[in-house]
């Protein structure tokens, strides 16, 4: 089933990058491709190679009981390895709504969530060229919480 | 885990969560093939692009006026 996809408008008009993050306008043309290749088959409906989880799961699916991924789970935050890819060894694809364990690993990662609970509206929140597995909520230039709805306790101004 | 990081976290552990709103959300182009859909990519980066050019001159003018 084809799904909506749009940008977080922080990620669409941000040029930071680091290591393990890269907004839209700082991608490097080969990584663009990746991110386009995922946008393209989530659109049409197409099934995905790549692995495709929750990011406050393991690589068996089981809930990390890490202080750290609590923001990932509250934001609902996903991630899709999106290539390049070996070919090599057997693997699986999947439709995006579907977790896939058995997809095909890579440096690069979308990071993503549903903007709606009929899961037709998909929001990409960031890119990371080299995945690191599980980032810390506040390393350096880690966006995903905070583009993804949650809000620290230092932003909040009692009434 | 350093006592700092579990201060950090339990930031966000005493936050509260709010939804994504639509004044988030940019949409992607469509198309009705692969390749309509690439190609439709490929321009709109090109204009997000140039788009953020003029922006950054713009305001290196009005940092140069003040």
């Given at each position: 089933m084809p799904a909506e996809v749009f940008f977080h408008n922080k990620f669409k008009g941000s040029t930071a990058r680091t290591t393990f993050f890269s907004d839209y306008l700082a991608l490097l043309p080969s990584e663009d491709n990746l991110l386009s290749d995922f946008i393209i088959k989530v659109k049409l409906g197409m099934d995905l190679e790549g692995r495709n989880k929750s990011?406050?799961?393991?690589t068996n699916d089981a809930e990390m009981k890490s202080l750290k991924l609590t923001s990932y789970k509250l934001c609902k935050l996903w991630h899709y390895h999106?290539?390049?890819?070996?070919?090599?060894g057997s693997f699986t694809s999947k439709n995006v709504r579907m977790t896939n364990l058995s997809g095909q690993t890579s440096a690069a990662v979308v990071h993503y969530k549903w903007y709606d609970s009929a899961q037709t509206k998909l929001v990409i929140i960031a890119f990371s060229p080299v995945h690191k597995p599980f980032?810390?909520?506040?390393?350096?230039?880690?966006?995903l919480s905070l583009r993804s709805g949650l809000l620290l306790s230092n932003d909040l101004i009692p009434a | 885990m350093t006592s700092k990081q579990n201060k950090d976290d339990e930031k966000f552990l005493f936050s509260r969560s709010r939804d994504l709103s639509e004044s988030d959300l940019v949409a992607t182009p469509d198309g009705q093939t692969y390749e309509e859909i690439r190609a439709a990519l490929r321009e709109f980066r090109a204009q997000a692009i140039a788009e953020h050019k003029a922006k950054a001159i713009i305001e290196a003018k009005l940092h140069h006026h003040n």
């Open positions: 990011s406050w799961t393991d999106a290539g390049p890819f070996t070919g090599l980032p810390g909520a506040n390393d350096v230039g880690n966006p | -």
